[in-house]
């Protein structure tokens, strides 16, 4: 009779031991599930320290040496122009000439496509880095004047770039961490809650555009380097737990 009593009661030591297992590990579960997540932002206008200009000017002859001697006389003459212009001769780098066969395409009456050679066309090309921007804008509106003395120049658009966007990127990161705290204090200071540690963060895209610019953001990041003035943002997903 005793060892049935004492087996019972064994039995309902047991049960009871496994319901206290149960309900703290549901307790447990739903702690887990506990959590808070937000977005945190930052934005930043600045302006570019850094401008980049690329031109070129070709000339094409049947002769090479024809061509060669025409586009040797037009390189000094832009050289003469860059002088003119006030600007430092030896802030910009010519690359090497380009040369290629130029040919053109005709088709005869029964519809034969034929290849005409037309000449040689040899490029010289420019560029200048610099963070005088001012003198560097001016220059690649004027330059186009050399079509006055025929020579066949191109002016590319300038780029510009902040040699900056390392600290500047450090920075927005801590701003937008920042945000994102305050906005999850917030939610949980107004639900009468607790917030908990810092479980999971992860940090999106750079997207650096021109002010005031609707442009949907790419995935992979947008980077404007047509705008003097720009303007940068970054978000922060970060997850808190809950006390």
């Known amino acids: 009779m005793k060892n049935t009593i004492a087996g019972i009661g064994l039995i309902c030591a047991t049960i009871v031991l496994v319901a206290v297992i149960s309900i703290s590990a549901y307790k447990n579960r739903n702690r887990a599930n506990d959590i808070l997540l937000v977005t945190g932002m930052a934005s930043q206008e600045f302006e570019s320290d850094l401008i980049v200009w690329r031109g070129s000017f ?14 040797r006389r037009d390189t000094e003459e832009v050289k003469a122009f860059i002088r003119k212009q006030n600007m430092n001769l030896t ?13 053109e395409t005709t088709v005869d009456k029964e519809g034969n496509r034929k290849e005409k050679f037309k000449g040689y066309q040899l490029t010289q090309s420019l560029s200048i880095e610099s963070r005088n921007i001012d003198s560097v804008e001016k220059f690649s509106r004027v330059v186009t004047d050399l079509l006055q003395l025929r020579i066949e120049f191109i002016s590319g658009q300038p780029e510009y770039y902040y040699t900056q966007l390392g600290k500047l990127k450090i920075e927005m990161i801590a701003a937008a961490t920042k945000d994102g705290y305050t ?3 917030k939610i949980v200071e107004n639900a009468a809650g607790s917030l908990g540690s810092l479980r999971y963060s992860s940090l999106g895209i750079f997207q650096i555009t021109a002010p005031n610019t609707d442009i949907n953001p790419s995935w992979s990041g947008t980077f404007d380097t047509f705008s003097r003035k720009k303007s940068a943002s970054v978000t922060i997903k970060l997850q808190f737990g809950l006390n």
Do not use: P
């Open 58 to 71: 070709s000339r094409t002859a049947t002769d090479i040496h024809i061509a060669n001697e025409q586009l």
């Open 91 to 103: 802030d910009f780098v010519f690359s090497a000439v380009r040369v290629e066969k130029v040919s």
């Open 183 to 185: 906005r999850a204090e």
